[in-house]
């Protein structure tokens, strides 16, 4: 009997094991398709307010969610927040989430746009390095394969199958630096992010300091930008774009980052970084079925690739789990 009972709890460790590392890469990239549905909320608002008043009043609704959360986990935390803890929930939040957005921003005005977006696709290869350093993490035997056809994949979303129009002369800019940068962080925030699950932090406490530990810097930059506020509209359109705003901050602002973080906490932070590519994926596909802009045969070749990529990587995970 007790034999019987060894067995049966051992198989249903191997089960929830099995779902586990299933439901960590799609956790990720559902989060991550989440993000591709960002334009759809925030065109509409761009005709009233600018970037950075959006994403200001984005993350102070989104304290309405994250300050009940810290009270709730405050014994949890406290003994929790050393230094290392503090860095990293401080590059999550100010440099995955602004200095990056910034940095990127900044490029496209200074230089070759192919050349700022072919060096973006850096990033997942900037978080493998980090990851293999900072976690300690060891690549699986077909990793290669599957950032071989994900980066192959992403390069057809951006270019199609034609060769973009650059010079090496454009590889040397300061946008192409900046474009570097924030793939750093960008990848960086994927590992810093682990860094923390790792350190027995819940998700939720992660999605919420990321968002309040944010609205400092936030707040600094918009004072510095000197942008005026000017929302125009009354009655049903104000109400159009309060509804907006609050879909944009709930919807694919905070149940994305909820999901990406979950699914985190169980997936290995270089299946994690290629789990993300679903957001450029879902982005083309947005454009093509909302905005009407021509999908080529190169990127739809890039989005079938992107999306074999994680059913292989859920798949593979699925079988070492079993």
Known sequence: MENAFKLGTKRADVVSTRWGGISGVWYVALGATLWGLDPLFRILLLKSFTSAQIVFIEHLLLACYALPVLV????????????????????????GSAVATILFTAAFAHGNANAILLLQKLQPLFAIILARVMLKETLPSKFFAYIAVALLGTYLLTFGFSSPEMGLKDLGTISCLFSI?????????????????????????????RFLLAIPLLTVVLLASGDVWHVTGTGGGLTLIAVNLLFQAFFPGLLSMLLYYKGLSSTKAFFATLAELAFPAVGVLMNWVVFGQKLTVGQLAGFILIWLTLWAMGRNQSKKAA
Request: glycine share 12%; net charge positive.
């Open 72 to 95: 709730k986990y405050r014994k949890t935390l406290a003994g929790k927040l050393t230094f290392a803890v503090i860095g990293a929930l401080l590059f999550i939040s100010w440099g």
């Open 181 to 209: 940068l924030a793939a750093v962080l960008w990848g960086g925030s994927t590992v810093m992010g682990k860094f923390l699950l790792q350190k027995k932090l819940d998700f939720p406490i992660v999605t919420s300091l």
